[in-house]
């Protein structure tokens, strides 16, 4: 019963392919025009700012378009012999190919043999949503076939088909196929590569040269003798090309090449603006990120968590004038994998480097920085809106901080705790919040009485987008990792929004600047100084759990935090330093990133502001 339909069926498909290419209408309706297209997505790439490729978005069906020039001239010189070889002389049907494949199935009591020419397999996979061997498939198949070759020259139409093709491996097309499997572009394929690629679309599992390495070279010396049996190769060219090892060199042309973390993030920005034209839209995405900067960021923190059971380490770095990010370098002991990014998704207690928050919203209100506040080493905050769970509200100055009477000035300087909290209970913890948003904390804050003391989770690109606000004067630009967007086209879609919003007052803003510079020379932050004008902030959470420095010039703004990724373990006994605070490591880190980092950039001094009158 099977053969008699296999042959009804075939028969008819050899009858009708004879008057189709009268008006193939006659048989069965279709049309180019009207027919649903299955547009065959493309990669997209993302490049580093100088033009370097970091990789490529994730999908399972990697293709990259290339014109028929761009390709190696072997490869399609073998798929015209394998798979159509009278494809230059005749139509779009092979009456005797189907013929002699209906034998042959016949013979089988199956399917074992194709009659179809390459039009016919390019609006198989272009033009029909299955490949069931039905009269009416195949009746539609070969109109369709006939009408796109009176519409499109043979060469389009083999170029057509080398770009969409399946090779295996999830490469679609001869460019995506040759990086796959040679880690070469289609254009540089020799001879006996070419012959391996032609050959594998008829079977490209059975044929996969990584699983079955004998069939594949089989196949391959196939390809090669059609070639040689045309005349397309001489005797000597054959015998060496079948002769020789099949050399894969497996690519990684569509996977992430470096970038890490940073790449990732790029990816979840991607997905997130342009969601499936991201994986499939053959976009050209050009990124932010330095990679001299990039290097030298992973330099810094690897030059100082040495030991695999040492604490993870970040460091983000922004264009405060654009808002670029231009580093984003993550260090996890022992190269652990994570299942988030420390710099962008981690929620870690910035500690003392919180109270810049708090100097913002002092200044905001007229406080001066030459005001007088006493820092007792310990206050008790009789407050009944700070009461917790163990009574009023106890803060203490450990660590790296100071105590006794000083300035606002001094007391930023020196981070003292017990001034800082006589501060917001001045100004108001939801003022403080609302600073710290206006800034670029995005993360949710509550407005308790310890803000100050930074007792909320944030991340580092978090806090360094916060201080690349202060380093642009009060102009939020937020943190881009986008500096271009281009369809295949080349059109461009997106660039790198400069503008930014007004956060702060620049006189603030510079006020803060002013006070945060005291840090670096004679404060906390002594270890961080790059040697040019530059402020900061140490921040060091309660019981050594986390440790930061954010800093900025006026090119630059860049946070280094360090701490277990995993759980917030005290720092102890790290790189020689007993107590691991926000003004050792971190800022020793952050020193020795800008340090080269600033080495090509001029030496610029930092906003003066004039000597505001001392307040209560």
């Known amino acids: 019963m099977v053969l008699l339909i296999l042959m009804v069926v075939l028969t008819a498909a050899v009858a009708a392919a004879l008057v189709i290419a009268g008006n193939p209408q006659l048989i069965v309706r279709c049309s180019l025009a009207s027919s649903n297209s299955r547009t065959p997505g493309r990669d997209s790439f993302v490049y580093a700012a100088d033009g370097s490729r970091l990789g490529a978005v994730p999908t399972d069906r990697n293709r990259e378009p290339v014109s028929l020039n761009r390709m190696s001239p072997w490869l399609p010189k073998a798929t015209v012999e394998i798979e159509d070889r009278r494809f230059w002389q005749r139509g779009a049907l092979d009456y005797g190919a189907i ?125 090669l003798a059609a070639m040689h049996s045309a005349g397309v190769i001489s005797t000597t060219r054959f015998r060496a090309a079948a002769a020789s090892p099949l050399l894969l060199h497996p690519g990684r042309r569509y996977s992430s090449v470096r970038g890490g973390p940073f790449f990732n993030y790029v990816l979840r920005t991607l997905e997130r603006r342009y969601g499936r034209r991201a994986e499939h839209g053959g976009l050209h995405v050009q990124t932010t990120l330095d990679p001299r900067l990039q290097s030298l960021a992973e330099n810094a923190i690897a030059g100082w968590l040495l030991s695999p059971l040492d604490p993870a380490g970040v460091l983000v770095a922004i264009d405060p004038r654009n808002g670029a990010i231009r580093a984003m370098a993550v260090d996890v002991p022992g190269g652990a994998p994570l299942r988030f990014n420390l710099a962008s998704q981690s929620h870690r207690q910035a500690g003392s480097a919180f109270k810049v928050f708090t100097l913002t919203a002092a200044i905001e209100q007229g406080i001066s920085l030459n005001s007088v506040w006493h820092g007792p080493p310990a206050l008790t905050i009789p407050s009944r809106r700070c009461l917790n769970a163990n009574g009023p509200w106890v803060v203490h100055n450990f660590a790296d901080e100071k105590a006794g009477t000083m300035t606002l000035d001094q007391a930023i300087a020196h981070s003292v705790n017990t001034i800082f909290a006589q501060v917001v209970m001045r100004v108001g913890p939801a003022h403080v919040v609302d600073v710290a948003h206006r800034m670029g ?36 630009r937020g943190a881009h990792a986008l500096q271009m967007v281009a369809l295949p086209s080349r059109r461009v879609i997106a660039r790198l929004r400069t503008r930014g919003k007004p956060a702060l007052a620049r006189s603030v803003a510079d006020r803060v600047t002013d006070a945060l510079s005291g840090v670096v020379r004679a404060g906390t932050g002594v270890a961080a100084n790059p040697g040019r004008p530059a402020a900061g902030k140490t921040g060091t959470a309660e019981g050594f759990k986390d440790a930061w420095f954010c800093g900025y010039v006026p090119q630059l703004a860049a946070c280094a935090w360090i701490g277990y990724p995993h759980a917030e373990i005290p720092m102890h006994n790290i790189d020689g330093f007993a107590q691991v605070v926000g003004g050792s490591v971190p800022a020793r880190i952050w020193h020795d990133f800008m340090v080269p980092a600033l080495s090509t950039e001029p030496v610029q001094a930092l906003p003066t502001v004039p000597t505001s009158p001392t307040a209560p």
């Open 99 to 223: 013929a002699r494949a209906a034998i042959a199935d016949l013979k089988a009591g199956r399917v074992v043999q194709g009659g179809s020419t390459l039009a016919q397999q390019y609006v198989r996979n272009r033009y029909l949503p299955s490949h069931r061997p039905t009269l009416q498939w195949k009746l539609k198949e070969a109109c369709l076939a006939v009408q796109l070759e009176r519409a499109w020259s043979k060469r389009r139409i083999l170029q057509a088909y080398l770009n969409t093709v399946f090779y295996g491996q999830s490469a679609y097309g001869a460019q995506a196929a040759a990086w796959t499997y040679f880690s070469r572009s289609a254009r540089n394929l020799t001879l006996p590569q070419a012959a391996l690629l032609a050959g594998l679309p008829q079977a490209p599992s059975d044929y996969d040269p990584s699983r079955n390495p004998g069939d594949a070279r089989a196949r391959r010396n196939e390809v």
């Open 441 to 476: 904390i995005r993360s949710p804050l509550r407005p308790v009485c310890s803000i100050t003391l930074g007792p909320e989770g944030v991340s580092p690109l978090e806090m360094t987008t916060a201080f690349a606000t202060l380093a642009a004067r009060g102009t939020r």
